[in-house]
């Protein structure tokens, strides 16, 4: 199983990025995926999740009405969407994969894990 994330990179406050995770090596669309961040010095933490069919979201608080996951299963695809970004947003960004229905959004339950993308938000 691999999950590619891309689309990490340095942007100005208030400015938007789009991330995209890459999955191969599993049935995509039998899986919930979720994506977490992690700050230096910092625990990873939760960002978004979506269920396996996209019709179900969860998002932190800290991110709610600025950042937006979606997939794509006929492209085994997840994405996160990440507007008016502010500098407390830099991370290295990872998408996960659950082997179940629901929205999942604790970093243990996740089977699988991408090798992350950096984030910077300047201010």
């Known amino acids: 199983v691999q999950l590619q994330a891309s689309g990490g990179g340095l942007v100005q406050a208030g400015g938007s990025l789009r991330l995209s995770c890459a999955a191969s090596g599993l049935t995509f669309r039998r899986y919930a995926m979720g994506w977490f961040r992690q700050a230096p010095g910092k625990e990873r933490e939760f960002v978004a999740a979506?269920?396996?069919?996209?019709?179900?979201?969860y998002y932190a608080d800290s991110v709610k009405g600025r950042f937006t996951i979606s997939r794509d299963n006929a492209k085994n695809t997840v994405y996160l969407q990440m507007n008016s970004l502010k500098p407390e947003d830099t991370a290295v960004y990872y998408c996960?994969?659950?082997?179940?229905?629901?929205?999942?959004?604790?970093?243990?339950?996740?089977?699988?894990w991408g090798q992350g993308t950096l984030v910077t938000v300047s201010s």
């Open positions: 996960a994969a659950d082997y179940t229905s629901a929205v999942v959004i604790t970093v243990y339950e996740y089977d699988y």
């Open positions: 979506i269920s396996r069919s996209g019709g179900s979201t």
